[in-house]
């Protein structure tokens, strides 16, 4: 049985653990965590709130064995090579050495180290560690197989690195129980020190004061628009504009078309601005994205802003999205059930609203940053103290 923590309300129970100090390995180049915009970012906000962060990095190669890193991984298809240079067994392990390089200048200032993903090890960490992931290697071969050229060898040296990387650290942190059962069944790690604690979404509405669901619009986000099912949601809404001509399916991510113009479709392309995004997720009445994710943040991003999802029955997704209470779930592959899902939620607005409105109380009290250190924090103390 998987070991999972159940904090109480959001503003419950949260004593502070300021003598804790932590400091934080990832790969997301952050100069300033309490400024900037991403993910660990505000990870690292969250947890600043809570133990003292005494640092964090992310290991970055000198120009020159960044050089020989990548002449190292040449391949003839330049799509493999950019792959293969930036996930490699060779780059797992020079990147372990900057990282062993940086605790080492912090030896005494900090008792536990936390590490998000997993491209390179702690080294011979001197406190023990734990590892916040979203989804492990033999996850993402077994879904993305495309997205890993790596050469046979290439591919056991990674796992027995990652392996060895899992069994050693103190606490495993998956963001869904799917990346926990790959971690129980994939690398053999004790279920004792796997608890799952979510993510948190990093762009939601402050209220639903103002939300309406009068529009019959359904908002697709994403700009591996192949990947992520774009083709099965057009011809889903084939369908949907036959049966409810005044529909409309708004596409955020690609930057062109890639189909012949659709009635009822429109492009949006690229939206870096977070409130322009914002809007589009105000003013829609659903959200739609039949794609297999590690996590999915953009399901708890729609459900933040009040919309019920289309989402895939399999993977973390089906954990985030609820059946019949936040949004509905669908087969893979299957345009006709992805056309009546739409079509549910486009002909009824008050159904919209309920499920829309459910997601919402749904994100506020699971995904959040805060919500996330709340199930991190007893095991970090634990840690501390070797347990």
């Known amino acids: 049985m998987l070991k999972e923590s159940v904090p109480g309300a959001p503003e419950a129970g949260r004593t502070p653990a300021r003598e804790l100090r932590l400091v934080g390995l990832d790969l997301e180049f952050i100069t300033d965590y309490k400024r900037e915009f991403s993910r660990n970012a505000a990870l690292y906000r969250a947890l600043d709130e809570r133990v003292q962060v005494v640092g964090r990095t992310s290991p970055t190669l000198a120009p020159a064995a960044d050089l020989v890193n990548k002449l190292r991984q040449f391949r003839p298809n330049i799509t493999d090579w950019r792959r293969n240079m930036h996930f490699n067994p060779h780059l797992f392990r020079q990147r372990t050495a900057v990282a062993q390089r940086y605790l080492d200048s912090k030896r005494g200032e900090y008792d536990v180290i936390l590490q998000t993903y997993l491209q390179f090890a702690p080294g011979s960490a001197p406190k023990p560690y734990a590892v916040y992931l979203d989804a492990t290697f033999e996850m993402s071969r077994r879904y993305y197989p495309v997205d890993h050229p790596l050469s046979r060898g290439a591919m056991a040296e990674w796992l027995r690195l990652e392996r060895d990387v899992y069994r050693g650290a103190a606490r495993l942190f998956p963001w869904s129980d799917f990346t926990a059962r790959s971690l129980i069944e994939d690398y053999g790690c004790d279920p004792a020190r796997v608890v799952r604690v979510g993510a948190g979404t990093n762009l939601m509405a402050s209220s639903l004061e103002h939300k309406r669901y009068d529009e019959p619009v359904a908002l697709f986000v994403g700009i591996d628009f192949e990947r992520k099912g774009g083709l099965d949601v057009l011809r889903a809404f084939q369908e949907v504009r036959a049966q409810l001509p005044e529909a409309e399916l708004w596409i955020v991510g690609p930057r062109l078309p890639k189909t012949p113009p659709q009635p009822g479709v429109r492009w ?50 089906s954990e985030i999205v609820q059946q019949g209470q936040t949004g509905l779930l669908v087969d893979q592959g299957s345009p006709p059930a992805l056309a009546a899902a739409m079509l549910r939620l486009l002909q009824g607005p008050g159904l919209a609203e309920e499920l829309g409105r459910q997601a919402y109380d749904r994100v506020r ?15 970090l103390e634990e840690m501390a103290r070797g347990e």
């Open 268 to 317: 949006i392309g690229r939206v870096r601005d977070r409130a322009v995004l914002a809007d589009l997720y105000a003013r829609a009445r659903l959200f739609v994205m039949p794609s297999f994710e590690p996590w999915g943040h953009v399901f708890c991003e729609a459900m933040g802003h009040g919309l019920p999802c289309v989402a895939l029955n399999v993977g973390p997704a």
């Open 365 to 379: 009290q699971q995904f959040t940053w805060e919500r996330v250190v709340d199930r991190m924090l007893p095991h």
